[in-house]
């Protein structure tokens, strides 16, 4: 089993609308999170920490479930510019990926 | 350009012969990261260094790949005796130790093994 899961998608939204993702993690003694973005052939970016108290900027949300083992990401009115992959993961001395949840917003 | 720097950018090669590949990390930061990503999957965690010290090895490295970062600033991916399934995007990475959540990451250096 992988330490870290997603969905790879692809999810084909239109523009303004609202979609979430999950991703689940095996290591119930992780203690921090994280989502990152990812252009097509384009490095990864980091999008924002996961709190346990949740983290939000701006049109987008990240929540921690610990009971569940998995976070969220929630993006809100979505854009033409939010398609790419979306990348979760796990920190600890390094960081632990996901293999990505693609996005595809159309007009 | 003050990010990450990788060379080269593509690499082809044909199968058993080795390979070295550069990363130039952001200048203050300590920590330098390998990554390896295929297409449609995530990165895939290699080694770490903080400073010149290679702190962690995933176990899924082969002994045909190893790293340096013998002054603590550039480091170097060597894989010997390439084979197809080395085939993959090798993306370096740096951030700061207390900060290890946010990795700056370069451009890759894509290698095709024939």
């Known amino acids: 089993r992988k330490e870290v899961e997603q969905d790879p998608g692809p999810f084909n939204v239109p523009e303004g609308a609202t979609v979430a993702f999950n991703c689940t993690y095996s290591?119930?003694?992780?203690?921090?999170f994280f989502w990152y973005r990812q252009d097509c052939r384009k490095e990864p970016k980091l999008l924002m920490s996961?709190?346990?108290s949740g983290n939000e900027d701006g049109r987008f949300t990240a929540q921690l479930n610990r009971a569940s083992q998995y976070i969220s990401l929630l993006i809100r009115d979505s854009k033409l510019s939010d398609s790419a992959t979306y990348l979760c993961?796990?920190?600890?001395?390094?960081?632990?990926f996901g293999g990505g949840t693609r996005l595809m917003v159309k007009p | 350009d003050t990010g990450v720097s990788q060379d080269p950018r593509h690499k082809i090669t044909k199968r058993g012969q080795n390979v070295t590949f550069r990363c130039d990390p952001i200048?203050?930061?300590?920590?330098l990261y390998w990554y390896r990503q295929t297409l449609g999957q995530g990165p895939e965690f290699l080694t770490y260094?903080?400073?010149?010290?290679?702190?962690?090895k995933s176990r899924l490295l082969s002994d045909r790949f190893s790293a340096e970062r013998p002054k603590g600033s550039f480091s170097t991916l060597e894989i010997q005796r390439t084979e197809q399934g080395d085939s993959a995007m090798y993306l370096c990475?740096?951030?700061?130790?207390?900060?290890?959540?946010?990795?700056?990451f370069g451009s890759g250096t894509q290698l095709s093994v024939l």
């Open positions: 990475a740096s951030s700061l130790s207390q900060d290890n959540e946010k990795l700056f």
């Open positions: 290591n119930s003694a992780s203690q921090s």
């Open positions: 996961v709190y346990s």
């Open positions: 993961g796990e920190t600890g001395n390094m960081l632990t």
């Open positions: 200048s203050e930061h300590n920590r």
């Open positions: 260094f903080q400073n010149e010290a290679q702190l962690e």
